[in-house]
């Protein structure tokens, strides 16, 4: 078939990679130019153990302690919005102790399947892949505790974890300095260079003939007998195509209008830098929990990242967010010169995140030749291989790798 993807952000370069494994004639459509989207500057993580959604008990009560401090690593931009509204409306009805039982076996098998995919891809791309692990750190007993519930709920869905003390999580960094109370070590967990991977994945689909439109935003959809008869470029108006595949990001809402979708989904903002030449190298990705800012070392430096902004679709750098992350690291790494980066060293993206912390994958009823690939928040790179097969599947009319009703992106009406 001729199939058409609106977005090339990570969701729709894996799309790309597997349909056109499946022998389809791919055709990419992106509104920038492919060279610094939301997965550029992601941590790079690779994590089976995020298996709880961030729609959970307790969230909604931290997130308002979170936005009353100009550096927590949380915020929500008041404005009045519709959308924002029955976001945080839906956000809020899902936080539930049922809902986290039921999204728990789904997350982990599509984070499963994402890694084990990582591991074949890995074989034939050429982009730094290392299973390390990862250390969820804490430093008070609050998060001791959290953490706890969190290590029994994982290994009782079959994810390994282990609790350590703080003299453990130091034997796993041998030349790092680390204050913390304990932590919890998944081992499962791998890592990779996500700017490396993307630069991989363009090469290789521009080698296998799929052809890739930058700086092409979709402007128009024109529907015709419950199906999308054409898409409207500023360059050009795209006819012919048999299949088509939504995965534009953050932006997939305001897309997904001109389809007649209403797609519940928001701008989760982060910030990333690099810490180049550090003294005293750090080993394992780590995430340090009171902080909800990440450690990755990548390519002999660290990336440092965090911080969720629901913003709409502004990118603007907030000093007082990037404060957060750098104090985290010199409170957890007390040996790292980690200082303010200048704003222009700054990278800051969009995740889309769904309000009940599940992506969005399968067709649409109402249009017969299109298919969803969004809301993975910030596990677009995790989930990257197991959403683009899933695609490759759906739109294949082939059986898929998971059952998808519990992504359906129609399950808010």
Same mark, same amino acid.
């Given at each position: ?18 349909? $056109? ?66 976001? &945080? ?26 890694? $084990? ?21 804490? !430093? ?12 029994? *709920? ?7 974890? $282990?609790?350590?003390?703080?003299? $453990? ?13 304990? &932590? ?48 409207? %470029? ?110 222009? !060293? ?25 298919? *969803?690939? %969004?809301?993975? &928040? ?36």
């Amino acid at each position: 078939m001729n199939i058409g993807i609106i977005g090339g952000g990570i969701s729709g370069l894996f799309s790309a990679y597997y349909l $056109q494994k499946a022998g389809h004639q791919v055709t990419l459509f992106d509104k920038g130019d492919l060279s610094d989207g939301c997965s550029h500057g992601n941590a790079g993580m690779i994590v089976p153990s995020h298996i709880i959604p961030l729609a959970a008990p307790g969230m909604i009560a931290k997130g308002v302690r979170w936005m009353l401090r100009s550096t927590s690593p949380f915020y929500v931009k008041p404005r009045l919005d519709w959308d924002l509204l029955r976001w &945080g409306w839906l956000f809020y009805r899902n936080a539930t102790p049922e809902h986290v039982r039921q999204a728990i076996p789904l997350l982990r098998d599509l984070s499963l399947l994402s890694k $084990q995919l990582y591991q074949q891809v890995a074989q034939e791309l050429a982009f730094d892949w290392q299973e390390r692990g990862l250390l969820m750190l804490y !430093q008070t007993a609050g998060a001791e505790h959290e953490m706890a519930d969190e290590a029994r *709920i994982a290994n009782q869905a079959g994810i390994e974890a $282990q609790v350590l003390t703080g003299q $453990q999580v130091q034997a796993l960094e041998p030349e790092a300095e680390v204050t913390v109370r304990g &932590g919890i070590y998944y081992p499962g967990d791998a890592q990779l260079s996500p700017n490396q991977l993307i630069v991989a994945l363009l090469a290789y689909l521009t080698q296998v003939g799929v052809h890739i439109h930058p700086n092409e935003p979709v402007t128009n959809v024109r529907l015709t007998g419950g199906r999308i008869g054409a898409v409207v %470029t500023p360059k050009q108006t795209y006819e012919g195509f048999d299949e088509w595949v939504l995965a534009a990001g953050a932006w997939s809402a305001e897309v997904g209008q001109k389809l007649g979708l209403s797609l519940p989904l928001q701008g989760g903002k982060g910030y990333s830098f690099m810490l180049t030449n550090a003294p005293q190298p750090v080993r394992v990705p780590a995430i340090m929990l009171e902080a909800r800012a990440t450690a990755t070392p990548m390519n002999g430096q660290l990336r440092l990242a965090g911080t969720l902004e629901i913003a709409g679709t502004d990118l603007t750098v907030n000093p007082n967010r990037v404060r957060g992350i750098v104090q985290a690291i010199n409170t957890y790494y007390p040996n790292l010169p980690v200082a303010m980066p200048a704003v222009e !060293q700054v990278w800051s993206g969009l995740r889309p995140c769904s309000p009940d912390g599940l992506p969005y994958i399968g067709r649409l009823h109402h249009l017969k030749n299109m298919t *969803i690939a %969004t809301g993975h &928040g910030m596990m677009g790179v995790s989930l990257g291989p197991a959403t683009g097969q899933l695609v490759a599947q759906t739109v294949g009319h082939t059986p898929t790798s998971l059952a998808l009703q519990g992504f359906s992106p129609e399950r808010f009406g």
